[in-house]
């Protein structure tokens, strides 16, 4: 019995619904800021090469720049320096099985602190209400982020940006569950503040550390259910690289 | 030195070709006209002219070279001479030199230019290298504005009124009235003179030459091929000519002729007072009057005292410009420089006719030109003689 | 005395804006080393390296010895004027427009003669002080000033023909987060600036507070740059590019992509701010007292020749410096001047590691303010900057091994 033709059969009915989790890709889309003296991440940045003139007569097309990490975006193992050495840890490297798979929501969108965290008793609070959630799941932390624009998106202060986030405990208990990846709606996996908890950045480091993947700037996870949806999250092959601009789509039933 | 006397040598056949305000013919047309008017007059065939001098702005990108292929021409002497106002005189000077030396038999000297609605503009913008890097950017219309610079400088100087150089320019038209060739037709009085526009302080409209488009020429031959010829013509008694005179001066108030006065009225063997005309270069009144004082009618400074006490028409005791000069006849480009000694050779012939002056024998006709920059370098002067 | 000028009236949106006309243009070599003296201001004149004589017109042989050893050296100021004229009738265009216009004769305490555009303020047959400055076909002119200060006398038509000054006009400043920006909104303002825009990148980083009104604007994103011109272009008048980006690095220990990024600021930046700003301005330069004026580029000194330690940096700086260039002269013929303003290293955080002198914010924003009202080309702010450019002026080759070491 073939599984893909009640997908697509659903899909042509409407009862599956592909959700799209993508922020456009604008020049003016917020990146990660780090202090100046470092490497800075490229905007994205769109050049016409011609637009059905004299530099082209019958067609139109730009060419466009960026970081590997602009937009909405896959963080790769080799992202980190904590996976550098994680085999098969480049885009180009990662088995195409990994960027599908079932997605767990925890939703955070009620707290009100920008700089809460989530910790392990949020997980275990979910799985008392949704189930355990399954090995080579996508987790994705639900906090309508996604809503903000303009300077409330980076929310920066003098003392960095200020968002929410994963504890390193957090992580800690994903990563005993054997998910896939974490995903959030803010510009990184972690926290505005995760430069300041211990050890820093601790989703970027445990995460590729333990060969997990990263997706950020998700848009719109309010229109996922807590459990059920699948997840499409392909980067571009790109060699060697440590991440991609994505196009986010999730596979939702309805009921 | 004394320079040797032009014994021998005579100026004859004046030919002046009808001014007109604009004209969409071109130089060698108007150079045409007026070399084919010097031959009907004197009866000569093209092939006889074996010297011709060519003054012209407008021929470009020709000079006196192409226009004898132009015009089928084949002179054994030929001179290009480019100095506006002075070209006359300077053209007299050099061909009856080469009539006495034998380079030339016949010299032919002709002047002319068109004026073509944008021809003016042009011609100011590539005028000179001193103009253009130091007055085309500063407003100047052309001459208007550094002449306007002098007029201001000779007045404060030596306490010159409008009204001076206004009875000058009223005389000049009076006289121009009697001249068919004259662009200007209409009477001018002080009155209109003084209300007139003005165009660069303290110059209004009447003080400025109107650009125009014309033609004049004369022969140059020995004294008796024109008997023979049965030509009225015109001895040379003396001329002079300088350059670059006075360049310290900050401003001119006087030009090239104090250099040389002394010598021209000894060569002619005459004083000033013994002219019975004067035709100096009036592009504009305060240049007369710098030519009246500078050729010794008078002290530097006394040129308006002088005028008010005389009649500068026709009919007048000082007879100038008696065919209203460039200011009333009109200023048809190097033409200008040849209308003074054309009309010159029409009174001391007795061919002027309704300018004629009765029984003028003698006449002293000035030039001046190029506007380099702040003044006019070119000066020359002749004094003429009915043969 | 000069009529202080007022603030220009709305624009009247039923009027055709006028073509922009430019005085005579052509000059012959010698001449331009006036335009060039008064690209900076200075009054020069020929100078006869054998015999002292100074001459004007400018030639290409002294008339007193016939040397043809002719340089440009600074003159006293001082002159009498002899003679003057209101010209009222010009077959020039650009005259035309702006009739009656004054000029004199000036015997300069120098020596030479001159033709000099006369400043209303000028008694007849007065003593002035003469100045060469740049007229609006970009070349050098000789204008005569009052002897002394006079009220306003920046507003006469004349200066106002000459220079850039910003009084009534509205000024765009293309990077509010460049650390000279604050300094010059307070110097615009003090000389009268009408408003002052200043571009912000990347608002979703927060932004400092400026006393100006704020635009989304980033010289690296060509389509904010249009959206902005689409609504600020028509009226600005005197537009400062003082976007920059500084990190330190050579060749061999520099960072390509640092480079990139220097250069994607300071040159394509700079090209396109043109491309969104320029076409705009260059058909507003006769648009009346507000009328758009100047290009404002401010530049490293070094991009006349490196400082190695930055050499990235410097090398974008050289680009930009070779754009603007090219960008003076397709403006050429609206007669929208291009001034480029030199710095040193500057007081702020890339810099903060060298030692002074360092040009502040203030004295960078006085300089550049002094450079529109003389309608300079070329600024050169603070001692190192004019250091530079004396010794790149005197041979190149010394001055790149004392800054690469070499130079005892």
Same mark, same amino acid.
């Given at each position: 019995m073939s599984v893909l033709e009640p997908l697509l059969a659903g899909l042509a009915t409407g009862r599956v619904r592909v959700v799209d989790l993508t922020h456009t890709l604008d020049p003016d889309f917020p990146v990660i800021i780090l202090p100046p003296e470092f490497g800075q991440c490229a905007r994205f940045r769109m050049e016409e090469v011609?637009?059905? $003139?004299?530099?082209?007569?019958?067609w139109k097309w730009h060419n466009i720049s960026m970081n !590997?990490?602009? +937009?909405?975006h896959f963080d790769a193992p080799i992202h980190w320096i904590s996976g550098r050495?994680?085999?098969?840890?480049a885009v180009d490297e990662?088995?195409? !099985?990994?960027?599908?798979g079932p997605v767990c929501v925890i939703d955070?969108?009620? !707290?009100? $602190?920008?700089?809460f965290l989530l910790e392990p008793a949020h997980i275990e609070a979910w799985e008392a209400a949704h189930g355990p959630i399954p090995g080579g799941a996508w987790v994705l932390m639900r906090? $309508?982020?996604?809503k903000r624009s303009g300077?409330?998106?980076?929310?920066?202060a003098e003392d960095g940006p200020h968002s929410p986030g994963p504890s390193a405990a957090a992580i800690e208990a994903l990563l005993a569950r054997d998910i896939r990846g974490f995903g959030t709606e803010?510009? +990184?996996? $972690?926290? +505005?503040?995760?430069?300041?908890?211990t050890p820093p950045y601790p989703a970027h480091f445990l995460l590729h550390g333990a060969g997990k993947l990263g997706l950020q700037?998700?848009?719109?996870?309010?229109?996922?259910?807590?459990?059920g949806a699948v997840l499409i999250a392909a980067p571009l092959?790109?060699? +060697?690289?440590t991440g991609s601009p994505l196009r986010v789509l999730a596979l939702l039933e309805d009921a | 030195m004394t320079p040797l006397p032009y014994d021998g040598v005579v100026a004859t056949a004046p030919v002046s070709v009808p001014y007109q305000?604009?004209?969409?013919?071109t130089a060698h047309w108007w150079i045409a006209k007026a070399l084919r008017g010097v031959l009907q007059a004197a009866g000569l065939?093209?092939?006889?002219?074996?010297g011709v001098t060519v003054s012209s702005f407008t021929l470009f990108p020709d000079t006196a070279v192409g226009l004898t292929q132009h015009l089928g021409l084949c002179p054994r002497w030929l001179d290009h001479i480019p100095?506006?106002?002075a070209s006359g005189v300077v053209a007299l000077r050099r061909a009856a030199r080469a009539v006495q030396a034998g380079d030339a038999r016949i010299v032919a000297c002709v002047a002319g230019d068109t004026n073509r609605i944008e021809s003016f503009r042009t011609l100011l913008s590539s005028f000179s290298r001193f103009a253009m890097d130091?007055?085309?950017?500063?407003?100047? @219309?052309?001459?208007n504005a550094s002449f306007a610079l002098l007029t201001d400088r000779y007045m404060t100087e030596f306490g010159a009124t409008r009204t001076d150089f206004g009875r000058l320019c009223v005389a000049q038209r009076a006289n121009a009235l009697r001249?068919?060739?004259?662009v200007m037709k209409r009477p001018l009085t002080l009155e209109d003179y003084l209300a007139a526009r003005p165009i660069a302080d303290p110059l209004a409209l009447y003080d400025c030459v109107m650009p125009c488009a014309g033609a004049e020429a004369f022969l140059v031959m020995r004294e008796d091929e024109a008997a023979r010829r049965d030509l009225p013509a015109a001895r040379i008694a003396a001329t002079i000519e300088r350059h670059?005179?006075?360049?310290?001066?900050?401003?001119?108030?006087?030009?090239?002729w104090t250099l040389d006065r002394d010598r021209l009225w000894e060569a002619a063997d005459c004083?000033?007072?013994?002219?019975d005309l004067v035709q100096t270069y009036d592009d504009y009144p305060v240049i007369s009057l710098l030519q009246i004082e500078d050729l010794g009618f008078?002290?530097?400074?006394?040129g308006p005292d002088f005028l008010r006490a005389r009649d500068l028409t026709v009919t007048g005791d000082f007879p100038h410009n008696?065919?209203?000069?460039q200011l009333s006849a009109g200023q048809a480009g190097a033409a200008g420089g040849f209308i003074g000694l054309v009309e010159a050779l029409r009174q001391v012939t007795g061919r002027?006719?309704?300018t004629q002056i009765a029984g003028a024998r003698r006449a002293l006709v000035s030039g001046f030109g190029m506007?380099?920059?702040?003044? @006019?370098?070119c000066t020359g002067a002749a004094v003429l003689e009915a043969a | 005395m000069t009529q202080p000028l007022t %603030?220009?009236?709305?624009?009247?949106?039923?009027?055709r804006t006028p073509t922009p006309t430019l005085p005579p243009m052509p000059r012959s070599r010698a001449a331009l080393g006036l335009t060039s003296a008064a690209a900076e201001g200075r009054f020069a004149l020929q100078v006869c390296a054998e015999c002292g004589a100074v001459s004007y017109p400018?030639?290409?042989?002294?008339?007193?010895?016939?040397?043809?050893?002719l340089g440009w050296r600074d003159q006293p100021a001082g002159g009498q004027l002899l003679a003057e004229t209101t010209i009222r009738?010009? %077959?020039?265009l650009y005259f035309r427009q702006r009739m009656p216009w004054r000029i004199g004769t000036v015997k300069l305490d120098a020596g030479p003669v001159v033709t000099a555009h006369l400043h209303?303020?000028?008694?007849?047959?007065g003593r002035v002080r003469m100045a060469a400055r740049l007229d609006r076909a970009g070349q050098g002119v000789l204008v005569a000033l009052p002897a002394e200060e006079t009220p306003h006398?920046?507003?006469d038509p004349l200066m106002r023909s000459l220079t850039c000054d910003p009084k009534h006009r509205r000024v765009l400043i293309?990077?509010?987060?460049?650390?000279?920006t604050p300094a010059l909104i307070a110097a615009l303002h003090d000389a009268g600036a009408a408003a002052i825009y200043v571009g912000m990148a990347e608002g979703w980083r927060g932004a400092p507070t400026l006393d100006a009104e704020i635009l989304p604007l980033d010289v690296t994103d060509a389509a904010s740059l249009a959206r902005m011109a689409g609504e600020y272009g028509g009226k600005t008048d005197i537009l400062i590019n003082n976007a920059r980006h500084l990190r330190p690095g050579g060749v061999l220990a520099g960072d390509p992509v640092r480079a990139r990024e220097a250069l994607e600021v300071s040159a394509l930046g700079l090209m396109r701010l043109a491309q969104a700003f320029g076409p705009g301005m260059a058909a507003r330069?006769?648009?009346?007292?507000?009328?758009?004026v100047a290009w404002v580029n401010i530049l490293s000194?070094?991009?006349?020749? %490196?400082d190695p330690a930055m050499g990235g940096f410097c090398a974008a700086q050289s680009a930009a410096l070779s754009l603007s260039r090219s960008l003076r002269a397709e403006f050429r013929a609206s007669g929208l001047r291009v001034m480029h303003v030199f710095v040193g290293p500057t007081e702020d955080d890339w810099h903060q590691p060298l030692p002074p002198p360092k040009l502040t914010p203030q004295a960078l924003a006085r300089d550049l303010v002094q450079g529109l009202r003389d309608g300079l080309e070329e600024v050169w702010s603070g001692d190192v900057a004019k250091d530079i450019r004396a010794r790149y002026a005197a041979d190149p080759k010394v001055l790149e091994r004392e800054l690469t070491g070499g130079g005892a």
């Open positions: 011609s637009a059905y $003139d004299h530099r082209g007569p019958g !590997e990490h602009t +937009g909405t050495d994680v085999a098969g840890g990662i088995a195409p !099985e990994a960027f599908v955070c969108s009620a !707290e009100t $602190d920008p700089d906090t $309508d982020w996604s300077a409330a998106y980076l929310n920066m803010t510009v +990184g996996t $972690d926290a +505005g503040q995760g430069a300041h908890l700037c998700l848009s719109g996870l309010d229109q996922l259910p807590p459990t092959k790109i060699k +060697g690289g | 305000r604009y004209s969409q013919e065939e093209k092939s006889a002219l074996d100095m506006g106002g130091a007055s085309t950017p500063y407003g100047y @219309g052309g001459p001249y068919p060739g004259a670059n005179a006075h360049a310290e001066d900050p401003i001119q108030l006087s030009g090239g004083a000033p007072q013994d002219v008078c002290g530097k400074g006394e008696t065919n209203g000069g002027a006719g309704p506007i380099n920059f702040d003044r @006019g370098i | %603030p220009p009236p709305r624009k009247n949106p039923q009027q400018p030639r290409d042989a002294c008339a007193a010895c016939l040397s043809t050893d009738v010009s %077959p020039q209303g303020d000028v008694p007849r047959a006398m920046e507003d293309a990077d509010g987060r460049n650390a000279n330069t006769a648009d009346g007292t507000n009328a758009a000194a070094h991009a006349l020749i %490196p």
